[in-house]
């Protein structure tokens, strides 16, 4: 038990109207902002620490750009709660709490259509599964292609209010668990997501 937590495990709450601090502080070599011509990278940590010199619960936030002309860049951002260590761009650690997401916009050459490439992945520790407490992660990919055109068709999620598709929309999403397939997610109607699992279950996201 931390010192910022009650006997019961609760987190304590601050009084109202009452100032706290003020703090020593230091700005550390992990806080780093770098802007190039076509890029953006920043990182931003704290590490706060009681009166018996002791860690608490460390924050990471972390942000990735990259834009190479006008319609096609690639973005990430993690974020890390009580961590202690990053493996693959997740924050990870015993009682860590964390997320990844990423977007990239690329144009493929070989078959002259845009596409599209987005990344999600949560992990979570203290997670009462099927009763015991387990970390748990999971992970979701999507990827869309379409040829640039006049349509009135929308297509992706970038650009999407300009109809910049000129038709034959290919759009599907991932959901993985612990390496496996769990169930993919289309949009069969305009505005209309569709959940299938593999056990050829589905459900509908959206208004229908």
Same mark, same amino acid.
């Given at each position: &038990?931390?010192?910022?937590? @009650? ?25 780093? =902002? ?10 931003a940590t704290t590490s706060l620490y009681d009166g018996?010199?002791? #860690? ?39 009682n860590a709490q964390s997320f990844s997401v990423g ?6 050459? %070989? ?21 015991? @407490? %387990? ?10 292609? =379409?040829?640039?055109?006049?349509? %009135?068709?929308?297509?992706?999620? =970038?650009? #999407? ?8 929309? %290919? ?10 397939? &769990? ?20 459900? &509908?996201?959206?208004?229908?």
């Amino acid at each position: &038990m931390s010192s910022i937590e @009650n006997d019961d495990g609760s987190l304590q709450t601050l009084p109202r109207n009452q100032l706290i601090g003020p703090f020593d502080g230091t700005l550390g070599t992990d806080n780093v =902002y770098r802007l190039g011509i076509n890029n953006l990278y920043f990182s931003a940590t704290t590490s706060l620490y009681d009166g018996a010199d002791d #860690r608490l619960v460390p924050t990471i936030v972390q942000g990735t750009l990259v834009r190479r002309v006008k319609d096609y860049f690639e973005a990430s951002l993690i974020f890390g709660y009580d961590y202690e260590y990053l493996v693959s761009s997740v924050a990870a650690g015993e009682n860590a709490q964390s997320f990844s997401v990423g977007y990239a916009i690329q144009y493929d050459e %070989e078959t002259g259509f845009n596409v599209e490439i987005g990344s999600l992945v949560v992990y979570r520790t203290g997670v009462t599964l099927f009763g015991g @407490n %387990e970390s748990l992660g999971l992970s979701s990919t999507s990827r869309v292609e =379409y040829e640039l055109g006049e349509a %009135e068709v929308s297509c992706g999620a =970038y650009n #999407r209010d300009e109809n910049v598709s000129a038709g034959g929309c %290919e759009a599907v999403a991932y959901v993985t668990y612990r390496g496996s397939l &769990m169930a993919t997610v289309r949009e069969e109607r305009e505005g209309v997501y569709i959940v299938r699992f593999v056990d050829g279950t589905w459900t &509908m996201l959206g208004d229908g």
